[in-house]
């Protein structure tokens, strides 16, 4: 029995390897001629107008998807660089608009040479490539970040009109050379051209903010939009005959694997994708960088504000932030008669722990969305949270802010809203009226709400703020203080519903380090009579869910154009001769 058994399984194996050997001939068979087949399908002398429309649609749909993802991340750039304005808009759309039809015209003049169509429509692809790999390093090393405006603005133009030039040429040229192949082409089939460019452009504006950017950074989509520009050098050489195939195969290969390369060598594991916007500041190498889902930081030594904070081209100093974290805590605490309970939302750096444990707030809930940034702050920023990150009292949730302000049933007696403006349409959904109302369902009676403003130059901003926080909370009040050590003050809105948060009720007062006085508390709430004027005429728009206000937060130009256009009850003395 035991022979029978060992001679059935090695028959057994026998056939099952001759069946194997079998497979693989047919299967090498099939394989050659399935590649001969696909040989034979690319090129268009031997199967005619059918199969080239089809790979002309797939190469205009490729290139136009490319070339919307160039678009969407140069309107980030220059509204980065010049501020997210009309003039901005006008700027990228004008710039993109105007190469396309320069373009066009220019490729439109070329079908008119007895020239290799095919081989320009090559040339430009690689060309497009070259930009969407090289971009972000051409634009670092005419040091564009930390010129002057005149220059940027020209830099913009440039870096628009370059790419849209030779894209706006692709048409017309492609169109020539399918009329050419077949003179019977008709309206339909240059329309089905055109869908294919205008398709791929719509997938590419979706993708472009909803996918790439948020995993790869500006750069790394950049580099993502020149391998698709080489996917579209593959599908011409296909075109171009049976023998192209191979070259278009290898050239595509290249660009591939050049444009990874290009992206691995510039990012830390797409760590420093973003750090053109860190040099803008500073001019200095980073000490560690970390790139989230969230936003890119870095750690690096100032010359003149020592170890600091830098993310999402904010710059924060160090050691110097300690004004900000005593005027955004100590007010309200001292404002409330007995805080026990407080939720810091944002503030990954620690300095606000730091104040409340400093104030021996028994429990402190504090909740930020980016861990990376939280654990870059505990490694290098002592100077700000003192180490205060692993102290008993504090209870940490990395979330979303409004999510864990829907899902807890905890009440506080303060919060602190310590997270960036909206300055992307990320954030816009903690900064409306229906936010401010889920906040004000997790206060306890006589809870206060303390929110950081974003700079006293957009006082735009801080009216959208401060009337939809009004159009919730009973008590709203905006208090100026000195942030950083430096000539600039710094705006907060401290909130209740229950009592005027002005006055301090407290009875062992709280004192900072070296900036706040509880004596001086109601100094803070002080504002010019401009100031006061221009909230009280700017009290109009609410930030909601259906409509967030985005675009005020980077207009400097208004409040600037206001106190221009002040109309000065007596005239000013005219001025005698030297």
């Known amino acids: 029995l035991t022979m029978a058994r060992a001679f059935s399984e090695a028959r057994a194996n026998f056939f099952v390897h001759m069946l194997f050997l079998a497979t693989m001939r047919i299967g090498t068979y099939r394989l050659r001629e399935t590649v001969t087949r696909a040989a034979r399908f690319f090129s268009i002398t031997e199967v005619g107008r059918s199969t080239a429309l089809i790979f002309l649609f797939c190469a205009l749909f490729s290139t136009g998807m490319a070339s919307i993802m160039y678009e969407v991340v140069l309107i980030s750039f220059a509204t980065t660089l010049i501020g997210i304005t009309e003039f901005s808009a006008g700027i990228v759309i004008g710039g993109f608009l105007g190469g396309l039809g320069l373009g066009a015209l220019v490729g439109g003049w070329y079908t008119r040479r007895r020239l290799p169509l095919l081989m320009l429509l ?53 169109v020539q050379w399918l009329t050419e192949k077949d003179t019977s082409c008709s309206g339909l089939h240059v329309g089905i051209v055109y869908a294919g460019d205008t398709l791929g452009g719509v997938l590419g504006a979706i993708t472009a903010g909803m996918i ?83 936003q890119y930081s870095a750690i690096i030594d100032h010359p003149q504000f020592g170890r600091s904070l830098y993310f999402d081209n904010i710059l924060f100093k ?19 008669p007995n805080a026990t309970r407080v939720l810091v939302l944002g503030g990954g750096d620690g300095g606000m722990l730091y104040q409340l444990v400093r104030a021996d707030i028994p429990h402190i809930v504090h909740v930020d969305i980016d861990e990376r940034l939280v654990e870059l702050s505990r490694k290098y920023l002592q100077g700000v949270h003192g ?26 007696d303060i919060i602190i809203f310590d997270i960036p403006p909206p300055l992307k349409a990320e954030l816009n959904h903690v900064w409306t009226k229906e936010f401010y109302t889920l906040v004000q369902s997790r206060l306890t009676p006589g809870g206060l709400f303390v929110v950081h403003l974003p700079s006293n130059q957009n006082l735009e901003a801080q009216a959208v703020i401060l009337a939809t926080i009004r159009s919730v909370f009973l008590y709203a009040y905006r208090y100026e203080h000195p942030n950083m050590g430096i000539n600039i003050m710094q705006a907060k809105i401290i909130a209740s519903d229950s009592y005027d948060p002005r006055v301090i009720r407290r009875k062992k007062t709280i004192e900072g380090d070296h900036w706040y006085e509880s004596s001086q508390q109601a100094q803070l709430f002080y504002m010019t009579p401009f100031t006061r004027s221009f909230f009280e005429s700017h009290g109009d728009l609410i930030s909601t869910d259906r409509n967030p206000i985005l675009f005020q937060f980077l207009q400097p130009q208004y409040t600037y154009k206001a106190i221009r256009e002040l109309e000065y009850e007596t005239p000013l003395p005219a001025l005698g001769k030297q």
């Open 122 to 174: 090559i040339v430009v692809e690689v060309l497009i490539a070259l930009y969407g790999f090289f971009f972000f390093e051409i634009a670092e090393v005419f040091g564009i970040y930390a010129s002057s405006k005149l220059p940027k603005l020209f830099f913009i133009l440039g870096s628009l009109l370059f790419p849209s030039f030779l894209m706006g040429c692709e048409l017309p040229v492609a």
């Open 318 to 336: 160090g050691t110097g932030s300690r004004a900000l974290h005593e005027f955004s805590a100590i007010p309200a605490l001292n404002a409330h």
């Open 387 to 412: 180490g205060v990150f692993d102290d008993p009292r504090i209870e940490r949730h990395i979330v979303d802010a409004r999510a864990f302000l829907q899902e807890t049933d905890q009440e506080f």
């Open 212 to 294: 790439f950017i948020p995993l790869l950074g500006l750069e790394g989509t950049m580099v993502a939009g020149g391998i698709l520009n080489a996917a579209t050098v593959f599908l011409l050489f296909a075109l171009a005959g049976t023998r192209n195939v191979v070259i278009g195969v290898l050239l595509a290969l290249c660009v591939l694997f050049g444009g990874s390369g290009v992206l691995l060598r510039s990012h830390n594991y797409f760590t420093q994708a973003d750090l053109w916007f860190f040099r803008l500041a500073t001019q200095l190498d980073p000490i560690e960088t970390a790139h989230s889902p969230f």
